[in-house]
């Protein structure tokens, strides 16, 4: 198997860097000095955000079915 680390918090590690994305389109909207720009990384965040919640809840589910939240032993 190609496994860099096995960690027992692997899910929750994806999870959690997964979700920092949003933060860079809140950013690039905000810095461009431009009103329709930032709207538009407002929208981008918030439909990135939408999108993440139905994810993780469907990742977190099957790390309850497995019993484990280790990437490598689901």
Do not use: H
Not at 14 to 38: D, Q, R
Not at 44 to 61: G, N
């Amino acid at each position: 198997r190609l496994v860099l680390a096995d960690l027992s918090i692997g899910v929750f590690l994806w999870i959690s860097i997964s979700s920092i994305a949003p933060i860079g389109l809140l950013i690039s909207g905000y810095v461009s000095n431009n009103k329709y720009s930032f709207l538009g990384g407002l929208r981008a965040a918030a439909q990135s955000i939408s999108y993440e919640i139905p994810l993780t809840l469907c990742v977190l589910s099957i790390s309850l079915l497995s019993n484990s939240s280790s990437t490598v032993d689901i």
